[in-house]
């Protein structure tokens, strides 16, 4: 294996295997994914700051076996931050994890050396003693079903800015780098169910309008024709796919963040095609726009009781 030492930030890491193709069907190897999660750095590590991270692995690429990776504290460098949490209860046989907290640029080179493709985290953050504190976003995934596409995801997803907006919130949306898209606002809540309860209530309130269009309930048979308003990521003990992560699909392409106008475009008849962004286009995308998704300078509004 082609191994050397690399300096970055002052911190000395090595790298393997740099020409190893890991999207075929575009030629784009390790070299290229590491060299893109460095220049994207500046705007994805703020989204990603406080949040312990799950990673997927593919080390023999996007066409070979994968795998998620939480307890990845345990072999991270001693320099990678760390943080000990309650293991959901997804995770077998342990109480706790070990999971790593992505700080600065040489922890995303560590992971991307490891063929951690996707970044994902969760909707909380840890406080200073590493305690978990109350959710601070919310999160509406909208993921198409058979029969349908990010066209009727953007109808649905202009309808729950609406409602969001009516609810004093202030969200914002991005791709999910495979089929569907994102809705996310910063909040303020009164327990950590409560996002859930609150996500739940507008998903059905979506239903009872257009019952047609959309479900939120993930049994397959529901699904065709309609677009499943996902909920359930809001509980805490799941993650989703982080603003300017990679995901591992054929082209690789990223969860970008797009504009309100970009998806009422798109919900009007604009070429889907045009909110699909690999690497390339989404660093050119913030030379010129910056951060659409900056949650720090937006409102963080209280969910409604319930």
Not at 200 to 207: D, E, H, T, Y
Request: hydrophobic residues 40%.
């Amino acid at each position: 294996m082609s191994r050397q030492r690399v300096h970055i930030e002052g911190r000395q890491l090595e790298v393997s295997n740099l020409d190893k193709v890991l999207f075929p069907e575009v030629g784009f190897t390790k070299a290229q994914v590491i060299d893109y999660y460095v220049r994207i750095a500046p705007v994805l590590l703020p989204h990603v700051a406080g949040r312990p991270v799950t990673f997927t692995r593919w080390p023999n690429g996007v066409d070979g076996q994968a795998f998620f990776e939480k307890n990845s504290g345990r072999h991270a460098p001693a320099w990678v931050r760390s943080a000990t949490v309650p293991s959901p209860g997804s995770s077998k046989g342990r109480e706790t994890l070990d999971m790593v907290l992505l700080t600065a640029v040489p922890d995303l080179v560590w992971s991307a050396n490891l063929a951690a493709l996707e970044v994902h985290v969760p909707q909380w953050r840890l406080d200073a003693a590493g305690r978990a504190e109350l959710p601070d976003l919310l999160v509406l995934d909208l993921d198409p079903g058979p029969g349908t596409g990010v066209t009727e995801c953007a109808r649905v997803g202009h309808r729950l800015r609406e409602r969001l907006v009516a609810d004093g919130l202030d969200p914002v949306v991005k791709t999910s780098g495979s089929k569907g898209l994102q809705v996310y606002a910063p909040i303020v809540c009164e327990d950590a169910d409560h996002p859930s309860r609150y996500a739940k209530s507008l998903a059905q309130g979506l239903i009872r309008e257009t019952p047609e269009d959309v479900v939120w309930r993930m049994e397959k048979a529901l699904r065709p024709g309609k677009v499943l308003v996902d909920w359930s990521q809001n509980n805490t003990a799941k993650t989703t796919v982080a603003p300017y992560s990679l995901r591992a699909r054929a082209g690789a392409t990223v969860s970008t963040p797009i504009s309100w106008a970009e998806l009422d475009a798109v919900r009007d008849g604009a070429d889907p095609a045009t909110v699909r962004f690999d690497t390339a286009a989404v660093l050119a995308r913030v030379d010129e726009l910056g951060d659409l998704f900056d949650i720090a300078a937006r409102r963080r509004g209280a969910l409604p009781p319930g």
